[in-house]
T-cell receptor
Framework: AQSVTQLDSHVSVSEGTPVLLRCNYSSSYSPSLFWYVQHPNKGLQLLLKYTSAATLVKGINGFEAEFKKSETSFHLTKPSAHMSDAAEYFCVLTGGGNKLTFGTGTQLKVEL | GAVVSQHPSRVICKSGTSVKIECRSLDFQATTMFWYRQFPKKSLMLMATSNEGSKATYEQGVEKDKFLINHASLTLSTLTVTSAHPEDSSFYIC????????????FGEGSRLTVL
């Protein structure tokens, strides 16, 4: 069995301050992990992915995430938040086979 | 990256009617497409896996006769909500994998269904 836990359902930051969105996973297989962003009434856009290569993954729009096997984590970070970053973020895991497991999402709010 | 197009983006229908939603992979062939349902402020719930040329595989609790899925070509999958009722109102999203199957999914923009 595999699972994804997004520890915070809501995160609020000020513009220009760092962003941290937390994700922990559980998988019996070597995992591939993804972060997707969803703006209101839109589909999901891939931010970045980890597929067993470098553990520090850089994505679009200044986001990055670090795969830490010892902590079973894949937290998403950005040094400086922008108003346009306000959205819903999903951590997604795929282990053996085609099955994808979605986290419950984290709503990021960016304030002036 | 690969592009997945979903149509219509919004549809309103009367209770008892059927609605078809299309999912197209525009610049790649997708042997497998996935259909999700998303409730307000919730994560995506996988409804079914659509395989080109064969029957879809439905997740537990999803009514096959209610949500008809057809994957007639390598670039098109359709979801038909039959005899729609207000409780079927939701945001439906499709996704597809490329033939390289790196695990990454490309998502459509979603379709907002409102049943009156």
């Amino acid at each position: 069995a595999q699972s994804v836990t997004q520890l915070d359902s809501h995160v609020s930051v000020s513009e220009g301050t760092p962003v941290l969105l937390r994700c922990n996973y559980s998988s019996s297989y070597s995992p591939s992990l993804f972060w997707y962003v969803q703006h209101p009434n839109k589909g999901l856009q891939l931010l970045l992915k980890y597929t067993s290569a470098a553990t520090l993954v850089k994505g679009i729009n200044g986001f990055e995430a670090e795969f830490k096997k010892s902590e079973t984590s894949f937290h998403l970070t950005k040094p400086s938040a922008h108003m346009s970053d306000a959205a819903e973020y999903f951590c997604v895991l795929t282990g053996g086979g085609n099955k994808l497991t979605f986290g419950t999402g984290t709503q990021l709010k960016v304030e002036l | 990256g690969a592009v997945v197009s979903q149509h219509p983006s919004r549809v309103i229908c009367k209770s008892g009617t059927s609605v078809k939603i299309e999912c197209r992979s525009l610049d790649f062939q997708a042997t497998t497409m996935f259909w999700y349902r998303q409730f307000p402020k919730k994560s995506l719930m996988l409804m079914a896996t659509s395989n080109e040329g064969s029957k879809a595989t439905y997740e537990q609790g999803v009514e096959k006769d209610k949500f008809l899925i057809n994957h007639a070509s390598l670039t098109l999958s359709t979801l038909t909500v039959t005899s729609a009722h207000p409780e079927d109102s939701s945001f439906y999203i499709c996704s597809a994998r490329t033939a390289m199957n790196t695990g990454e999914l490309f998502f459509g923009e979603g379709s907002r269904l409102t049943v009156l």
